[in-house]
């Protein structure tokens, strides 16, 4: 089996999350931005993360990837109910969160970002998406005096660091990894300490030693 991705690809982080806590012996491949025809041979589009099973098949989707190999591999992990109020959470605050990392982003180090060619196709991806990403990053203040509320109800109904895990915490952790590229960001105690767990069991590397 073999997992294609981004690093900086929240959908990716899912399962890199999945992996890293299953201690999953899956070898991962970075894909470069500018790359068409690797994940188009794969899966008909250009977009990751993508698992080629065993018998050569691909599979896209973050989250059927996931559930696929918590199932794949005992014991399963993803034991808890869904957990609605986080989900919520995570869907109001995403697309904030992606303003303030995604300008950030592209000026990172990131193996999909490795060739001039491949950094240029991102921005352009980028700009498509968001618009001019100065303007972004001028608006950052505005944009963390948004967050602030944010974090701190989160912080309120954040699960203890061992309860049972689940797709809800799965979809919740990437959105933190990417803030860990704003200088600015600090996680109120709860949430820092059930995603400092998190990172240590999983044994993932945030993007806080390139915060800018
Ligand atoms: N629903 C998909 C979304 C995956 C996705 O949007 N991946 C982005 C990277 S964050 C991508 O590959 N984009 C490439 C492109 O649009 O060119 C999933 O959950 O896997």
Redesign the pocket.
Known sequence: MKLYI?QH????LRVLLLRGLKKLDLPVQVVLENDVETPTRLVGR????ILQKADGSAM????DIVRYLDAQFAPPILTTAERPEIDAWSERASGLIFRLAVPRITRGDFAELATPEARAAYIE?EIRAFGDLETLLAATPELLAELAPLLAELDAMIPAPDSEFGESDIRLFPLLVMLSIVKDVRLPPALATWYNALLERSGLDDFSAQAQ
């Open positions: 981004y690809c929240p959908f990716c250009k977009k990751v993360p896209p989707e973050s989250m991806r």
